[in-house]
């Protein structure tokens, strides 16, 4: 079992009232300490790092409104990576709350308790959502947040980065993003290495020459056909005795006396085209 998914059991067993239930961290040392990135609001502070498990040596906290990454190098960003860095960090963990005032807050009424602290809109950026980061859903925000984290050139590509959500009533961890999951599917296959070696042994084409290729003696047309569809040898030829040539008949002489009548021109019939049985028909 690892660190993060003996934390989620210990969790729901602490919550369902065993009291008996623990963690060793000694028996991962390898994945401490842990970064856990969580909202500002105050009802966490009787929490953490208690719902984790975790002495406070091994636990690196890092707050803000919402619990909120804006981007792949936003400042967070560059939080989460000095706290990798310099602190030594192993996995990270973003971890909102239910209840968040946060994600309650609509656009209007942010402006609005803006404005009440004498900040006008003319001095905000003209996005204010994409600048604020403000949220609907504190799962969908998670989500975001880890997606962001994975994808993050400053994070080192071996770190597991979780998503979780935490009950404020009750304590209650509830796993959104699984980091070893996620880690073990970006994971890309390793390519085979050429072995040039082999390529070595086959020779040099140095010496080749087109010319001493060998191609298959075939006249244009003909086509290598399987032995049950080559065509069968032709007949042989039977000899035809020739005929005798036909007797041409004789005719006598014609006499003409005078003059031969000439018949009348024939006239062309109407076809059903409108033009003549004699001519092309009219386009």
């Not at 009232?17 to 009802?43: E, K, M, W, Y």
């Not at 880690?183 to 072995?195: G, I, N, R």
């Not at 000899?239 to 021109?265: H, Q, Y």
């Amino acid at each position: 079992m690892r660190l993060f998914e003996a934390i989620i059991d210990a969790n729901h067993r602490a919550v369902a009232g065993d009291n008996s239930v623990g963690l060793h961290p000694a028996d991962f040392a390898d994945a401490l300490p842990v970064i856990a990135l969580t909202c500002i609001d105050p009802r966490l502070n009787a929490l953490f790092p208690n719902a984790l498990a975790l002495p406070a040596e091994d636990f690196i906290w890092l707050r803000n409104a919402g619990n909120i990454i804006t981007g792949p190098l936003s400042s967070t960003m560059r939080s989460l990576a000095l706290a990798c860095a310099v602190k030594g960090g192993r996995e990270i963990a973003i971890i909102g709350h239910t209840d968040c005032q946060v994600a309650k807050t609509t656009t209007t009424v942010l402006l609005d308790k803006l404005k009440a602290l004498g900040v006008e809109r003319s001095q905000l950026p003209e996005n204010i959502n994409d600048f604020f980061g403000t949220f609907g859903s504190e799962r969908q925000n998670v989500i975001k947040a880890c997606d962001f984290a994975r994808t993050s050139p400053l994070i080192g590509p071996k770190i597991p980065v979780h998503g979780l959500l935490i009950d404020v009533a009750t304590g209650k961890l509830d796993w959104v993003v699984n980091g070893y999951e996620a880690l073990e599917t970006s994971a890309q296959p390793t390519l085979a290495k050429t072995d040039f070696a082999s390529l070595n042994s086959l020779g040099s084409f140095k010496d080749f020459e087109i010319g001493e290729m060998k191609f298959p003696e075939m006249k244009i047309g003909d086509a290598a056909l399987p032995e049950n569809l080559v065509p069968a040898a032709p007949a042989p030829a039977v000899a035809i005795p020739p005929s005798p040539p036909p007797k041409i008949a004789t005719l006598p002489p014609l006499k003409i006396s005078g003059k031969m009548s000439v018949p009348p021109p024939i006239k062309p019939r109407p076809t059903f085209a409108g033009g003549y049985q004699d001519q092309p028909p009219r386009r």
